[in-house]
């Protein structure tokens, strides 16, 4: 099958949709298809998998860029005939659209959700100025609109947001994100937990959180080192504790947050990394207090290596914690509810019993079966 994926970037070390869109486009070529990745943008190859940039990625402006990238891919498809187009963003003409960074109604919410008060006021002055997502809602209502389209949801949550802002049910279909991950019982997974926690300076006694984040306001940091602060405070005779704070080059912000708090040196700052298995290795609890994420690949990758996750309601990937892998709370703002959720991870019979149900779901969050689940929408579409 000749198949083509348009993303509008592919710097796969940023993770998320174009570390997804990646992993989609190995195993998809490693079954034998014709895979091209068609971006504005990228600096990823793989064996048997095409990366074409289109597009004019130097305009200056992010939604000229846009529309140039749009137009392209319309083109090339039109020119190549593929049997299936899949865009990840809207793009007019696509048979799959499958919005990896949730539908554009629901970013806009989680913008307002995210401010206090002052802000939220802000936010609805300067809203209407942000022309680029302006654009991509009016691309994204004309693709909905086309009942021809496939519409593939990474989550529920995401699915829900089809039926809530366009009235579509017909044509949508969950397909639970997923993520590759290097194997859990690899002997390295040891070396690197000794390495990591002998750099952090604790021994196994100590209970290490791990939040990865490349845009951290979103990811709530500052509310993951609010609620650290006060657990550990809260713990007079408790455990050595540490919370990882991974994906910023320049933290200062966060590190005064956490000076502020008290917990100066408690938290630990590390930049970007192209191997983040590591941090996993070394973490005993993962935490993601996303304002919003319409499946989080940390989430995922830290179930998958049975590593127990505190997340919210605003994330996706909070459905697969139902079965026991973790704790989700309301909001990032609920620092009570957070700190409770610490309090009981940092249990060490907790935290066993929160990884085996990890352990249980592990195979369910797979690349292979995200695939599987996707060819039988193509199959779907060339009959």
Known sequence: MKIALAIERMHVLRGGREASTAQIAAELAHRGHDVTVLCGEGDWSHSGVQLRTVGDAGLPLRVQRLNSFVSAVARVAEQDS????????PVPGANVYQPRGG???????????????????LRRVVEPLNINRGRMGALERRVVSDGSVRLLAVSEMVAEEFRRHYGRDEGVRTIYNAVEVPDPTDHHRAEWREAVRKK????????????????????????????????????????????????????????SWAERRNV????????????IFPWYAGADVCVLLSWYDPCSRVVLEATRWGIPSITTVY???????????????????????VVRAMADLADVESRRRHGEACRRVADELSISRHVDELLEVYAELRR
């Open 82 to 89: 593929f049997d299936v187009l899949h865009t990840m963003l």
């Open 103 to 121: 539908t554009v109604p629901a970013q806009r919410e989680a913008s307002f959700r995210r401010r206090g008060r002052l802000g939220r006021l």
């Open 200 to 255: 952090l300076n604790v021994d196994e006694s100590a209970v290490v959180f791990l939040t990865i984040a490349n845009n951290p306001a979103l990811k709530g940091v500052a509310e993951a080192i609010t609620a650290f602060a006060r657990w550990f405070r809260s713990e007079k005779t408790g455990p050595d504790a540490r919370l990882v704070v991974v994906g910023r080059e320049k933290p200062e912000l966060y590190v």
């Open 264 to 275: 100066t040196g408690r938290v630990v700052f590390v930049p970007p990394t192209d191997n």
């Open 315 to 337: 994330n996706g990937a909070a459905e697969v914690l139902s079965a026991g892998g973790g704790v989700v709370v309301g909001s990032p703002s609920e620092t009570d509810d």
